[in-house]
C-alpha cells in the first residue's frame, strides 16, 4: 500500500554579494535544490527500526 505526504517548504533568501539576481533565476534554483533532495528511500524507521520505503514519486511545484 502507498501512502502519499505532501508538504509546504518555505525558503526565504537574502543577498550577501554580488549583483542582484532575478526572483525566476533564484526560484528556478531553489526547485534544482529540492529536486536532488530525492534519496530514492526512506531507511532506518519503524518499531523494529528495519523497516524501509522506496520512494516511487516525487514532484516539486513553484506555488
Partial sequence: ????????VT????REEGKFA?????AEA???WLESADEGSID???ADGES???TTLWEVEEA
Fill in 30 to 32: 531553489i526547485i534544482e
Fill in 52 to 54: 524501509t520505503y522506496t
Fill in 22 to 26: 532575478s526572483r525566476e533565476e533564484m
Fill in 11 to 14: 525558503v526565504e533568501v537574502e
Fill in 44 to 46: 532506518g524507521i519503524g
Fill in 1 to 8: 500500500m502507498a501512502h502519499k505526504f505532501t508538504f509546504i
